[in-house]
């Protein structure tokens, strides 16, 4: 694989059916602190014959390995079930990932959040913190 293949698009986050692929589920790993509820919705979804999405995974830089970045439930809806194979995006270059996220902004709130969540908190702990010290 190519350098300039293995460069991540932010397109992959926003549109993983694009890159999807099969990988032997055997290879995924997965956290495994996942709501019950949410993986019999996509048990059913499944044996509905729904589209459930696509997976996305990390590569292990060094092994056949993959790590589920955004998928868990449906990663152990489809382990339940026993299907073999599951559809993927994978990211190949988790720095990459690390620099699109950035540079797209991700990890910074969103103005609504600063605006009517982190400044009305900051208010409130200021004023906690002076009530606290002020007796």
């Not at 908190?121 to 002076?130: A, C, S, V």
Request: hydrophobic share 35%.
């Amino acid at each position: 694989m190519k350098d300039s293949e293995k460069i991540l698009k932010y397109d992959i986050l926003k549109n993983p059916e694009k890159y999807a692929e099969y990988i032997s589920i055997k290879k995924i790993v997965a956290d495994s602190k996942v709501y019950s509820e949410g993986v019999k919705r996509y048990e059913n979804r499944i044996r509905n014959g729904d589209d459930i999405g696509t997976i996305i995974v990390i590569k292990h830089p060094k092994k056949e390995l993959y790590a589920v970045l955004d998928g868990h439930h449906r990663y152990w809806a489809q382990k339940e079930m026993g299907i073999k194979e599951i559809k993927c995006a994978v990211i190949q270059d988790y720095f990459g990932l690390l620099f699109s996220v950035t540079k797209e902004g991700l990890l910074q709130p969103t103005k609504g959040f600063t605006k009517y969540l982190r400044v009305p908190f900051k208010k409130i702990e200021n004023y906690l913190y002076e009530f606290l010290h002020s007796t």
